[in-house]
């Protein structure tokens, strides 16, 4: 049996360590994952369905649960979410994401935070990447230095992705000379970028 420690991490973590050991095994095998909320168990078990996997959970305990799986490996490779569990190549297709803002959705500002932390991290994990990440108005503090998703969307250049910047948004909130990745763009350009994309995603 493979346990896959994943108490105390945050979404979406328990996934991705799961879609690793489920790519590190060479046979098939039991797999646990060990979570420590309801949440995680849906969509660890979730996950392992669409790979084609009979899931049973179970709670041990005050925040304590295990999500089990039998791996087969056929099943997996056969499964279309499985291709390449965590190889990371830009996108066959012109995806764009485009970002406006420093937060994720309305309500809370401190969770609309912890929640664009998650999507990038997410963003980095993905079997096929975005070709372009665009940032404008709010957006661009996220490119620049200090922002706490900084090292993902340097992930995400590395791995090929585009990442660009509006001048005149960095320039509004004084950001000028503190982009920290990517190149620096424009509406002309932003407005080019969307139009050809195949797919747009904003978080």
Partial sequence: MLTVNAMGDK??????KTKKAVEALTADDTVEVLVDNETAVQNVGRFAQSLGFAVKSEKLGEGQYRVCFDAKKGA???SAPAE????VSAAKKNTVV?????????GSEELGGILIKSFFYALTQQDELPATVLFYNGGAKLSVEGSPVLEDVKNLAA???KVFTCGTCLNFYGLGDKLAIGEVTNMYDIVDKCSKADLIIKP
């Fill in 11 to 16: 979404c979406p973590i328990p996934v991705v």
């Fill in 76 to 78: 997996a490779e056969g």
């Fill in 84 to 87: 390449s569990f965590c190889s």
């Fill in 98 to 106: 485009v970002v406006s803002s420093d937060k994720m959705g309305e």
């Fill in 159 to 161: 791995a090929g992705v």
